[in-house]
């Protein structure tokens, strides 16, 4: 069992920057993020392998988020900027113990642990 506490989110302004921050309870092979946004599913947002050599994100993310990992502390930040109010949303952190393919990093059902998310809302 792997427990995953997120911290961060907040209100920003649109331009703004954020950051997220989530611990594992235990050393994980991947640490993903998505969000929730209201009425529409979980969506992928970054992955991150334990080495760090290979990170995805999503294209519409892709340039303004940064996903980073302390394998030491068992922890994955997401470095959020230049928000948009579409980047409103709960973010989930994500884990599993064991590798994925990269076909299926995108697909929530394939994570095994949840934190319990945090808003965040990008707001005038």
């Known amino acids: 069992q792997v427990q995953l506490v997120e911290s961060g989110g907040g209100l920003v302004q649109p331009g703004g920057s954020l950051s997220l921050s989530c611990r594992a309870s235990t050393r994980t092979d991947v640490l993903a993020w998505f969000r929730q946004a209201p009425g529409k599913e979980r969506e992928f947002v970054a992955y991150?392998?334990?080495?760090?050599?290979?990170?995805y994100y999503a294209d519409s993310v892709r340039g303004r988020f940064t996903i980073s990992r302390d394998n030491a502390e068992n922890t994955v930040s997401l470095s959020m900027d230049n928000l948009k109010p579409e980047d409103t949303a709960v973010y989930y952190c994500t884990a599993r113990i064991n590798r994925l393919v990269v076909s299926a990093i995108r697909q929530p059902e394939n994570y095994a642990y949840w934190g319990q998310g945090t808003q965040v809302t990008v707001s005038a």
């Open positions: 991150s392998s334990r080495s760090g050599r290979e990170k």
